[in-house]
């Protein structure tokens, strides 16, 4: 398997680019899509949550293109996610040593981070020194404010003989229960995009994202602590989980601004307008 800590000398052009779009790239063990002019104010990297491509930046990526803004934009997919080779460690904090380095050598100076790439975003700026804006959405701060699903699952993954085909058959499931959340121009390329998901991989990958969950005393603390400028968005009910006391300190810190799109649900990425009013406003906060 590829450890991204390891890095690359160049970068190389991904195998699997299809005709007509710009060949992606990988670096530092990340599948990158570049766009924007080399000289923008300011450079965005795009981390996607769990199992979801690159992709799925496209529509807000075009919307603030469209509005000549001038901005430079880096998006991923975490490593291990959609087809993309697993590195060795897949948990958010050695996933945010290496996007720390991914940012450097492209010269990003934000990070906008859905699910479990916002939380990667968090140990950006906790553990790994970067100090660019951020814009985290649909976060989750304790184990806690994940469902309960998610480690029942996680539970099962352990029982031989049934641990492997019923994260097989949910990762093959998650694609079509997505569909709702997918613009219908766009349906049938990410969804072919999501089902290069391996269940092997997402079950190791939650594993690591709930041993890292489990010994977080506070992330809300930590991140307020690191002093970094951070819009938090939440999408209401059907979202991740927001307990009372975190929206207590996210609101009593003054480097944060805590936002609710309450109907966005867990698909906050999916608000095109909104995110691209957020990431302008963002870029250009003095």
Known sequence: MQNPEQGHGTDAVHADAEPGRVA?????????HESGPADAQHAILMIPGGLLPWLFFEDVIAELQGRGDGLRFIAT????????PPPQDLSPLACARSATRLAKDLGCDMVVGHSIGANVAIEMAVSCDFS?????????????????WLWALDRVGGVPGVGLPAWAAMTSMIPSGMKGMIPP???ETWIAEMKKNDGRSFRAAVRAYGEYLRLQPSLVR?????QIKAWVVFGGPKDTRLKDEERRLLDSCSTISLLDWPDAGHNTLGQ??????LILSAANDA
């Open 24 to 32: 992606l790239k990988d670096h530092l063990g990340w599948v990158i």
């Open 77 to 84: 997919t975490l490593p291990g996610h959609a087809g993309t």
């Open 132 to 148: 660019g804006r951020m814009v985290l959405l649909s976060p989750a701060f304790s184990r806690e404010d994940e469902p309960g």
């Open 185 to 187: 121009e766009h349906r």
């Open 222 to 226: 930590s991140l307020c602590e690191s």
């Open 272 to 277: 095109t307008s909104a995110l691209a009013d």
